[in-house]
């Protein structure tokens, strides 16, 4: 239901031709009350946009934690557990590793479940801006200035409706890896912790991105996808039809 909307919004921009067509709820300026229930926890390195290493205090005293961004899934960075780097990984991680390094206090709130099968703590993050001392959600500002994608993990859902109209946000201001990257950008689970990969049943891109439409056909992981989207939004036609002969992204997913 996310993809769909994140596809509607990319289709409400295209046929509105600008880039203030999608109403999204701002992130406050001036910051968020610090959540009650919070733990302090102290950073000590980055492993990706969404995940990093933490001392975290328990029941008195100070242990090493991996923390893992609930809602949020970051761009790969390295070849482990199969996985392969992708659009906007690295500049995610540098995002997500500038703030931590900055931030003189940072906190971590739980959801429904604490942990992951891998061990990692879900948590969403809190900071303090070194700049002005207020207090902002750093799962929401990946998203937001568009180094991540919203990404529901049931059943921590609880901060969801902000995560996803950060990402609104940002695909309307074509922020981050909305205007750097094509469908390189998976944002898929299985790959990042090391599950199954999906069969990848339907056809996907094997040539280069050559033509026009294909900076919004990229949007779609499937022909029917595109197929279907153009029924519904035939005023997208000019962008994902350019031949006019009623086949959606011909080009971008070959026969």
Not at 75 to 99: L, V
Not at 155 to 178: C, F
Request: aromatic letters at 10%; charged letters at 25%; one cysteine or more.
């Amino acid at each position: 239901m996310r993809k769909l909307r994140r596809i509607a919004a990319i289709a409400l921009l295209i046929a509105a031709g600008l880039t203030s067509a999608a109403q999204t709820t701002a992130a406050p300026l001036d910051g968020y009350e610090l959540p009650k229930g919070v733990v302090e926890a102290r950073f000590l390195e980055v492993v990706d946009g969404d995940t990093f290493y933490a001392d975290v205090e328990v029941n008195g005293q100070w242990q090493e934690e991996t923390i893992r961004m609930i809602g949020i899934d970051t761009p790969e960075t390295t070849y482990s557990y199969g996985n392969h780097p992708e659009c906007y990984g690295q500049e995610a991680k540098r995002y997500a590793d500038s703030i931590l390094n900055a931030a003189p206090r940072i906190w971590l709130e739980t959801d429904k479940d604490p942990d992951d099968n891998y061990g990692r703590q879900l948590r969403y993050v809190w900071y303090e801006d070194p700049a002005s001392g207020n207090i902002f959600m750093l799962n929401e500002e990946l998203v937001w200035d568009g180094y991540a994608l919203a990404k529901s993990y049931r059943p921590n859902t609880t901060r969801q409706g902000t995560l996803d109209a950060a990402e609104e946000h940002a695909i309307s201001e074509s922020k981050g890896m909305w205007m750097a990257c094509d469908r390189t950008v998976t944002g898929d689970p299985t790959q990042e912790n090391g599950e199954d990969f999906p069969s990848m049943d339907d056809p996907t891109p094997t040539g280069d991105a050559t033509v026009e439409e294909d900076v919004f056909c990229a949007v779609f992981d499937t022909y029917q996808d595109a197929q279907d989207f153009l029924a519904e939004y035939p005023q997208i036609a000019d962008s994902i039809d350019i031949d006019g002969d009623g086949i959606a992204c011909e080009d971008w997913f070959p026969s």
